[in-house]
């Protein structure tokens, strides 16, 4: 498997919670990788790793805590569950802002997790989905010129032909071919979904 399939990550210092886990995630069908500590899953983790974290909080070395906010501070969003049997509000509240999608308590049913873990795969999908599609938009608008960037600018800002013609010092039929360019070049449907782009990529 490569770091774009999608994987269940479980990390947890309990051989016994491991065990059980991997019987839960195989029975389930979803793929599942285990570790024993923070330091061994960040040995072996890539940042485009797709799929979700399954963490227990009190570990030796590196606490899932810990963990958790080294991955936010290398930009890793991947979603991640905290399931520990320590569990505490300062706990709960720290790991909720950090991003955490679930805080669950042990044990946990395996029809629950399961669901969770689905979730938060759809999560991870959904996200990389919008970072490809903002990806593609960037690169569709990184071939305009310093002109069709300034024209687009302005159509952002609601300008007609008429009102662009005359703050670029253009003819108006200048302006429509330009538009027409960036039509073609952002590969948008209309001039709403050129807008929507520009927006959407930060060139605007």
């Known amino acids: 498997m490569t770091v774009h399939t999608p994987m269940v990550h479980v990390v947890d210092d309990d051989p016994g919670m491991r065990k059980s886990m991997e019987f839960v995630m195989q029975t389930a069908d979803l793929p599942a990788r285990f570790f024993g500590s923070a330091m061994e899953f960040l040995a072996a983790f890539h940042p485009e790793t797709c799929g979700c974290l399954i963490l227990d909080l009190r570990m030796p070395d590196l606490t899932g805590i810990e963990l958790l906010e080294?991955?936010?501070r290398n930009k890793c969003e991947l979603p991640v569950i905290v399931v520990t049997g320590h569990a505490d509000i300062p706990a709960a509240v720290r790991s909720m802002k950090l991003g955490v999608v679930e805080f669950l308590e042990k044990p946990v049913e395996p029809h629950i997790l399961v669901t969770h873990v689905h979730d938060a795969l759809r999560i991870d999908t959904e996200r990389r989905r919008k970072a490809a599609d903002m990806a593609a938009m960037k690169?569709?608008?990184?071939?305009?010129?310093?002109?069709e960037i300034d024209l687009l600018r302005l159509l952002v800002m609601g300008n007609s032909n008429k009102e662009i013609?005359?703050?670029?010092?253009?003819?108006?039929?200048?302006?429509?071919?330009?538009?027409?360019?960036?039509?073609?070049?952002?590969?948008?449907?209309?001039t709403a979904d050129l807008v929507r782009i520009a927006v959407l990529a930060g060139v605007c």
């Open 70 to 72: 080294q991955l936010r």
């Open 139 to 147: 690169a569709r608008l990184a071939s305009l010129t310093p002109r």
């Open 165 to 190: 013609a005359q703050h670029l010092k253009i003819s108006i039929k200048t302006v429509a071919n330009h538009r027409a360019h960036l039509l073609s070049k952002s590969q948008a449907l209309n």
